[in-house]
């Protein structure tokens, strides 16, 4: 069953996605060369302390860290570690989530460590994330879930790749329903299967944690001996981009973007719902 939250439930969750915008500033400017991803799990550790918010990660499944460090040709899922000191020229993606009065808020980001970075990390980074916007902007009363999935699939399959080939969508892994839980229903690919049919109707409360990750190869993926760490099976690096946004009567609410995703929004345009923490 699908969660439909309440506006008053939707301004519970704004609190901790903004929570989360602040780890993810906080980590962005920490992800140089030279730090590790442990460093990395302090910052972020130390923003929760301050909003008197918890990590949704830390603990979930036995996970051992409050935020997942994936870099390179990680996919998701990477454990911060003393070990994984980051160089000039790596990408990571950061995946952070927070819980404010037992609501919660989950997003990621794609980050250049340093500088140098070739074209096509460049490119992949921003297909990523202008893929979420595009289903961002699906996130319309009456559509199906499956609008959102085609929307992202769509935009990605219509950029060209630099080098040629064309980008990976990663397959085993993808978006989902968040509020009282960090994973809930439904589950959201991030292409189309036709046999998963249309999906849900999207209606005012429907919250939704959009989140692509695409490589500059394979879609498919392995899990290391840690059973967390995922990496591309063919070792080319991945970017991952992620937002959870709500459905109102007014339209979306990015509840992870520090204004409501109103500038991103108005680039399709949608205008963004208002902001309760406005």
């Not at 301004?11 to 962005?28: D, F, I, P, Q, Y």
């Not at 550790?45 to 040709?73: M, Q």
């Not at 219509?158 to 960090?182: C, S, W």
């Not at 189309?192 to 849900?200: D, L, N, T």
Request: hydrophobic share 40%; aromatic share 6%; with cysteine.
């Amino acid at each position: 069953m699908v969660q439909i939250k309440t506006p008053e439930q939707i301004a519970k969750m704004r609190e901790a996605g903004l929570v989360v915008a602040a780890v993810h500033s906080a980590t962005r400017e920490a992800a140089v060369p030279g730090a590790t991803t442990r460093d990395l799990d302090q910052v972020a550790r130390k923003v929760l302390d301050e909003h008197g918010a918890k990590s949704n990660f830390l603990g979930y499944g036995g996970f051992p860290a409050t935020i997942c460090t994936s870099v390179n040709e990680v996919v998701v899922h990477g454990i911060p570690s003393d070990e994984v000191v980051l160089k000039d020229g790596d990408i990571i993606s950061i995946d952070a989530g927070a819980i404010v009065d037992g609501w919660h808020g989950d997003a990621a980001f794609t980050a250049f460590v340093g500088s140098g970075h070739a074209p096509e990390l460049l490119e992949l980074s921003r297909v990523t994330e202008e893929s979420m916007w595009a289903g961002i902007a699906a996130m319309k009363l009456g559509n199906r879930l499956v609008d959102v999935s085609r929307a992202i699939e769509t935009y990605i399959r219509r950029q060209p790749k630099p080098g040629g080939g064309k980008y990976g969508i990663v397959e085993d892994y993808g978006g989902h329903g968040i509020g009282t839980e960090m994973h809930m229903d439904p589950h959201l690919l991030n292409y189309v299967e036709r046999r998963r049919g249309k999906g849900p109707k999207l209606v005012a409360g429907f919250c939704l944690a959009i989140e692509p990750m695409v490589s500059l190869g394979t879609p498919r993926t392995e899990v290391l001996a840690d059973d967390w760490t995922v990496i591309t099976t063919d070792g080319t690096w991945s970017s991952h981009w992620e937002h959870s946004v709500a459905l109102t009567d007014e339209g979306p609410l990015v509840l992870t973007a520090p204004d409501g995703g109103k500038a991103k929004l108005a680039e399709y345009g949608i205008t963004a719902a208002p902001d309760p923490s406005a």
